[in-house]
Structures are given as C-alpha cells and as structure tokens.
C-alpha cells in the first residue's frame, strides 16, 4: 500500500522559510515522478514544483522561481521541498503526489498517489 505523509508546515512572518518533507512508503520516490502541489481556499490546485524520471527535469511554477527548492533523499526515501522568502499569497495546503512518468510532461490527473497535505501560512 502506498502512503505518502507531507510534514513540516506552519506559519511564518513574510519573509520566513520552512521545509516540507514527504516520506513515502510503498514505492521508491527516485523511480516515480514526484511533485509538489498547493491549494489555497477558494483556488484551483496549481502544481508547484515538480520532478520528471525521463526527462530529468526539475520545474517549478514562476511564482516560486529562485525561492523554492524541490529535493530528496534516496536513503530516506522521502522529498523535500525547501521554501525560502515566503510571502503571504504561499499561504496554501500543500500536497506531495506521485505518478508512473508519461513522456513527455506529465497532468495532475497522472499523478495516482496524493498525500493528506500540510498547511503552510505566511503572514505580514
């Protein structure tokens, strides 16, 4: 059965950082495409930083660009996601998600396995 538990979230001053960690049981994260999603109230769910096998791509959506770092750590099994510079529009639940990688991009609805998510708010 596969589990994957998002931790590390809470709220920040504008300008704070905070890691989120997503430890995954029942598959390997190094062999899966893995990304990042968040969804704030009354928003659609945007991905934001993402990992695809094949191409071995990193992306991450504009908004994050040069504040936030997608990682992992295979002896650990688990993803991280660092975010640096957080602002109030960050404020969201994020979610960590894996999919079997289709080539060459892969949708949200490719992604099978979701986690519970993690609140993460920034405040001014």
């Known amino acids: 059965q596969v589990q994957l538990v998002e931790s590390g979230g809470g709220s920040v001053q504008d300008g704070g950082f905070l890691r989120l960690s997503c430890a995954a049981t029942?598959?390997?994260?190094?062999?899966?495409?893995m990304g990042w999603f968040r969804q704030a109230p009354g928003k659609e769910r945007e991905a934001v930083a993402l990992?695809?096998?094949?191409?071995?791509?990193?992306s991450y959506a504009d908004s994050v660009k040069g504040r936030f770092t997608l990682s992992q750590d295979n002896a650990k099994n688990t993803l991280y996601l660092q975010m640096n510079s957080l602002r109030p529009e960050d404020t969201a639940m994020y979610y960590c998600?894996?999919?079997?990688?289709?080539?060459?991009?892969?949708?949200?609805?490719?992604?099978?396995?979701w986690g519970q998510g993690t609140q993460v708010t920034a405040s001014s």
């Open positions: 990992i695809h096998r094949t191409t071995g791509r990193t």
């Open positions: 029942g598959l390997i994260v190094s062999t899966y495409c």
């Open positions: 998600a894996a999919g079997l990688c289709r080539w060459p991009v892969m949708r949200q609805a490719d992604y099978q396995y």
